[in-house]
């Protein structure tokens, strides 16, 4: 079968990678991919947000399924426009995307099914703003609404600084909306914790440790994501049958409840306190560097679970995972998340010819045989062996090989767990 797989990020450069070890993969078309995609399949210079000029792109190349790495033109439609014309598509209704698209209706949600998460009051106006900040104890969480590209979470030290931040919030600094949502500050350990489901089955498609910050020790600015483990150390069975029982099934059958059936890949960011999980945000795709970590560890067809997921007959039985861990460091372009410079050279890139050790390409483009940084966060250097302290040896070796002006990357990533 003809596959499409949309996005150009180190997330779809694995999923890439581990599709076409599917033997009932034929071609994969990446939309519109990056240098790393560009080696194993073939890359499609094509605008994702213009649907239209996606169909015809896709009937052209006569794929049949696409697979939706990110999460925008989910939360745009993409799922329901391509359905209507015959494409079958992993991810999510638009009506369902609204569960990442509205941190609002997620709430909303968690209040009306009794699922765990931070106590919170939407707000509209300044008015209502000020008297609502007087019931919240600082740290205050001020969230926009909607999409934010990860920039839409502050976390305020004091009542002023949330004021400032809803003002900012309230004025448009975000084109996605102008509502806010006011939260209580969690604490406690953060983990990733995602199923795949067909709106009616499920199962656990892998757990996850993200580490959102530039600097090492978790310090400095969030990002995307610096880098990433697999199995999360957090999550033991307790937890997970907690996570289970009042997060993911009263999510999945209220997303039922009220009309909006979800399919596809559900990610729950969770904060774990004493054993108990909490609800900190979902979002509607496999994270991005976790997906890389994933597909590193993941031992079943990729292809199957996809497949039969669209197709909604998901059966219940465990994925099959390889025994050792797995880890990914991002190396990103200096400078990152702030100002840094593209179009530097990459070269001495490792061979990419190991089933358990691979880069997997991000912000990069081949151009007259060159391969140039094109974004902020450029490699992803993704190892699976028998501990995670060897992986990320490994991982860092290979970054270590790359030339590359700009390279910078954290040395530290697992370092809660790896002594
Ligand atoms: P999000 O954009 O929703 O992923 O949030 C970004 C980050 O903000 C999360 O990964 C957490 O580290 C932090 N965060 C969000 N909400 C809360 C909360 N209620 N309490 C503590 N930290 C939070
Ligand atoms: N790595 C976090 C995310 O993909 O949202």
Known sequence: MNIGVIGSGGREHSLCFKLLQSPKVKNIFC????????????????????FNKLYLSIIKNNIKLIIVGPETPLVYGITDFLQKKNVKVFGPSKKASQLEGSKIFMKNLCRKFDIPCAQYEEVTDIESANKVLEKFNVPIVVKSDGLAAGKGVTICGSKDDALNDIKN????KFNSSKKVIIEEFLEGEEASYFVVTDGTNFKQIGTAQDHKRIGEGDTGLNTGGMGAYSPSQLINDEIEEKIINKIIIP?????????????????????????????????????????????????????????????????????????????????ASKGYPEN????????????????????????????????????????????????????????????????????????????RVIK
């Open 31 to 50: 939309i519109p991919g990056n240098a790393g995609t560009d080696e194993i399949c073939k890359n499609l210079e094509v605008d994702i947000m213009n």
């Open 169 to 172: 919030i309230l004025n448009g």
């Open 251 to 331: 999510t999945i059958k209220g997303m039922n409840e009220i009309g909006c059936k979800y399919k596809g890949i559900l990610y729950a960011g969770l904060m774990i306190k004493n054993n108990e999980p909490k609800l900190i945000e979902y979002n509607i795709r496999f994270g991005d560097p976790e997906c890389q970590a994933l597909m590193m560890r993941l031992e079943d067809d990729l292809f199957d679970i996809i497949l039969s997921t669209v197709d909604e007959k998901l059966d219940n039985k465990p994925i099959k995972w390889l025994p050792y861990p797995s880890i990914t460091i991002v190396a």
């Open 340 to 415: 840094f410079e593209i179009h530097k050279e990459l070269s001495n890139l490792p061979k990419n010819d190991h089933r358990n050790e691979q880069i997997f390409h991000a912000g990069t483009k081949k151009i007259n045989n060159k391969i140039l940084s094109t974004g902020g966060r450029v490699l992803n250097s993704t190892v699976s062996l028998q501990s995670m302290k060897a992986s990320r040896d490994r991982a860092i070796e290979m970054l270590d090989q790359v030339k590359w002006t700009n390279k910078y990357y954290r040395k530290d990533i697992g370092w």
